[in-house]
């Protein structure tokens, strides 16, 4: 965490994280400081890159996308060319929200979002199977979803 963010950068940005929608007046009452100081350290953050985006968070389950699933990958060989491939099919799939390099066992985990199951097989099969680097897929199917928060803990850096 940067040394510039005081206690009540850091109240802002909690309440921004939960929720964007506020106006810089609310946020300013419930951090108990006036709107146009407050305006400020809101628009720094977001100069700053500390805000990166603001976005709507959507239900997925309302949208009938029920099957969550973490899948593990590993490629034919670690070449740099496979790489770049592979990274740059990823992030041409919808399907795929998040996708982080592994230490350990695996190359790569991928958090993959469909409608269902059938979803998912035609996905794996059409989709990732049709990469040519891919050399193992393990897929790991939420059952139940105990916590899902785009939130940091902003409270453990104060």
Same mark, same amino acid.
């Given at each position: 965490?940067?040394?510039?963010?005081?206690?009540?950068d850091?109240?802002?940005?909690?309440?921004?994280?939960t929720?964007?929608?506020?106006t810089?007046? =609310?946020?300013? %009452?419930?951090?108990?400081?006036?709107?146009?100081?407050?305006?400020?350290?809101?628009?720094?953050? &977001?100069?700053e890159?500390?805000?990166?985006r603001?976005v709507?968070v959507? %239900?997925?389950h309302?949208?009938?996308? %029920?099957?969550?699933?973490?899948? #593990?990958?590993?490629?034919?060989?670690?070449?740099?060319?496979?790489?770049?491939?592979?990274?740059?099919?990823? =992030?041409?799939?919808? &399907?795929?929200?998040e996708?982080? #390099?592994? #230490?350990?066992?695996?190359?790569?985990m991928?958090?993959?979002?469909?409608?269902?199951?059938?979803?998912? &097989?035609?996905?794996v099969?059409?989709?990732?199977?049709?990469l040519?680097?891919?050399?193992?897929?393990?897929?790991?199917?939420?059952?139940? =979803?105990?916590?899902?928060?785009?939130?940091?803990?902003?409270?453990?850096?104060?």
């Open positions: 965490m940067d040394n510039k963010l005081s206690r009540q850091i109240q802002i940005l909690s309440i921004l994280q929720d964007a929608g506020k810089s007046s =609310e946020i300013a %009452d419930m951090v108990g400081m006036s709107q146009s100081p407050c305006w400020r350290r809101i628009n720094r953050v &977001e100069q890159g500390i805000v990166a603001k709507a959507l %239900d997925r309302k949208l009938g996308m %029920d099957l969550v699933a973490f899948t #593990t990958i590993n490629l034919t060989t670690a070449g740099r060319q496979n790489l770049v491939e592979f990274e740059a099919s990823v =992030e041409n799939f919808d &399907e795929v929200v996708c982080y #390099t592994m #230490t350990g066992t695996w190359d790569y991928l958090k993959i979002i469909v409608k269902d199951i059938r979803h998912y &097989e035609t996905f099969r059409d989709r990732l199977l049709a040519p680097m891919i050399g193992e897929i393990h897929s790991h199917i939420a059952v139940t =979803e105990i916590k899902n928060t785009t939130a940091l803990p902003l409270t453990t850096q104060l």
